[in-house]
């Protein structure tokens, strides 16, 4: 039984309009008529400009930077949606904020990703398309279906691309415990060897690098994580594994360029050669250094809404 809407309808929001526009050029879709605009005092109003009536509608909104706006846009969105008869509303979120708060770390603390997927779903949506969750339980977070799509089978494509002559001198690097499924995947399928950095945090955005697990002497390394917010953890992660652990050289990927703070300078003055990420947030220009290099996430979401909008299972993807 079919449960999508009779068309499919492509609308963004203005975290990451570039994305959005990308993923209805890839469908031979124009990007949907909609203005979101702040009013003096803050509030934000949204107006839908063409008729969604029965459609399958996506909006496209990551929750990144400023944040508390990005959510507010995506829900005001969904709720227009709604009341205007949509057929079926998914919010398509490539990297959702908040996903970092997913557990009470001491007494007292809220679950702000569990508020978060409640409030998408109160909201009116019908179901959530994202990228690489900072943890794959989130996804019981919501009682809507949620596809969630990984990074790792775009990234590594690149670097078997770029080293495909010297892969066997890469060993592949975690840098700490909570990234190893992940740079497990991407070992496996780059072929090449695994590494764990362990580290003790201190306190939020700040970390002590302990040891090297794993042998990393005279060898190239790719560090994986999920997402780079401060730099502080991966450039001590890429200091660890040249002045302890004897690696010659470092790369490093993620899904997510938070990119807050002081990143930047860090990424700059760190003993990192290459920092490839995924535009899942969109990165200003004055954040735009030699050191990154940005890979387009717009091809694969379009698979997967075209593969949502006729009824098709979103797993192969995750093999692309």
Do not use: W
């Amino acid at each position: 039984m079919n449960l999508h809407g009779k068309d499919i309808k492509i609308f963004s929001a203005n975290s990451n309009p570039r994305v959005a526009k990308e993923i209805a050029e890839q469908l031979g879709l124009p990007l949907g008529d909609s203005e979101v605009v702040t009013f003096s005092d803050g509030e934000i109003n949204v107006s839908i400009g063409e008729s969604v009536r029965g459609s399958d509608v996506f909006v496209v909104q990551s929750i990144s930077t400023p944040v508390n706006d990005s959510l507010m846009e995506l829900l005001i969105m969904i709720d227009a949606f709604k009341r205007a008869s949509a057929g079926r509303i998914t919010a398509v979120i490539p990297y959702i904020g908040y996903a970092r708060q997913d557990r009470k770390a001491k007494a007292r603390d809220p679950i702000s990703a569990k508020l978060v997927a409640d409030l998408i779903t109160v909201s009116g949506a019908d179901r959530v398309l994202s990228m690489d969750l900072h943890s794959p339980q989130i996804q019981g977070f919501f009682n809507i279906p949620v596809d969630h799509l990984l990074g790792v089978p775009l990234l590594v494509p690149y670097f078997n691309d770029r080293f495909k002559n010297s892969k066997d001198d890469f060993v592949v690097v975690s840098p700490d415990l909570g990234s190893v499924t992940r740079a497990r995947n991407f070992a496996l399928r780059f072929g090449a060897p695994l590494a764990i950095v362990d580290k003790r945090r201190q306190k939020a955005n700040v970390s002590e690098v302990m040891n090297i697990i794993g042998d990393v002497k005279d060898k190239s390394v790719i560090l994986v994580d999920d997402m780079i917010d401060t730099g502080g953890s991966l450039c001590n992660a890429a200091k660890a594994v040249v002045e302890i652990g004897g690696a010659k050289e470092v790369y490093s990927c993620a899904t997510h360029g938070v990119l807050s703070g002081p990143s930047i300078e860090r990424i700059q003055n760190s003993v990192i050669k290459e920092v490839v990420l995924l535009d899942t947030i969109e990165l200003p220009d004055e954040k735009k250094i030699d050191k990154i290099n940005l890979l387009h996430v717009a091809p694969v979401f379009a698979q997967a809404i075209q593969r949502i909008y006729t009824d098709k299972p979103v797993s192969p993807l995750f093999n692309t």
